[in-house]
Structures are given as structure tokens and as C-alpha cells.
């Protein structure tokens, strides 16, 4: 029977052995504006889309008290913000600045939608 080496791996460089920090990782939080921004958009979606809350829940593949919390300002994540910004068709960035156009605007011109000629 051959015997077995163990191989470990061994770090060139690494002169310090310090172990990562204890506790919960760190979490970015959603300023107010980012939340009102979050909120609006769904909103927005919801009333140019979709019709009904349990609709874009289901579209966004999330509980409906999940999307009430953020728009009453309550919660609000990247994860949400992400799958918002794919499901509106508009980068991240777009949606958490406000430069989104409200779903009843030209999205051209920002001009009320009946009526209008870009």
C-alpha cells in the first residue's frame, strides 16, 4: 500500500495572521432618498404595468408586504432595487437618482402622455 502525503497550501507573504472580524457583515443602508426613489418607482410600475400589487409581486418574485413596506418607507434593498431597475428596463443608477420619467410622462420629453408628439 502507498502511503499518503498530506499537501498543504502555504501562503508566501502572509506575515500577519490576523482572522477576520467577528459579527454581522456590514450592510449598506438605502439613504431616505434612495427609499422615496425605490418607492416611487414602484409605484409607478405598478400603476403603468402591472395594475395590481399581487401582479408585480409576483413579477418581481416577492412577498406583497414586502413591496408596501418600501413604499410606506418602512424597508428597502440593493436586491429589490436591482430587480426593479431590470423589471423597468432602466440602469440601477436611473432609478436610485430619480431621473426616471413617471409612467403617465413621455419618457422623451417628460410631458403628459395624452396628446403628445415627440
Same mark, same amino acid.
Given at each position: 500500500?502507498?502511503?499518503? #502525503? *498530506? ?18 457583515p456590514v #450592510?449598506?443602508?438605502?439613504?431616505? %432618498?434612495? *427609499?422615496?426613489?425605490?418607492?416611487? %418607482? ?7 404595468r402591472f395594475?395590481?400589487? *399581487? ?27 436591482? *430587480?426593479?431597475? %431590470? ?19 413621455? #419618457? ?11
Open positions: 500500500m502507498k502511503e499518503v #502525503r *498530506r499537501r498543504h497550501l502555504r501562503l508566501i507573504g502572509a506575515g500577519t495572521k490576523q482572522k477576520p472580524p467577528k459579527g454581522k #450592510r449598506m443602508r438605502f439613504s431616505d %432618498a434612495h *427609499r422615496h426613489m425605490l418607492a416611487v %418607482a414602484i409605484t409607478s410600475l405598478k400603476q403603468s395594475g395590481t400589487w *399581487r401582479a408585480l409581486a409576483e413579477a418581481l418574485d416577492m412577498p406583497q408586504g414586502t413591496l408596501h413596506q418600501v413604499c410606506a418607507g418602512r424597508a428597502g434593498s440593493m436586491a429589490l432595487a436591482y *430587480r426593479v431597475a %431590470a423589471l423597468a428596463g432602466v440602469p440601477l443608477d436611473v432609478l436610485l437618482t430619480g431621473k426616471i420619467v413617471a409612467a403617465d410622462r413621455c #419618457r422623451e420629453c417628460g410631458q403628459p402622455l395624452p396628446g403628445v408628439k415627440c
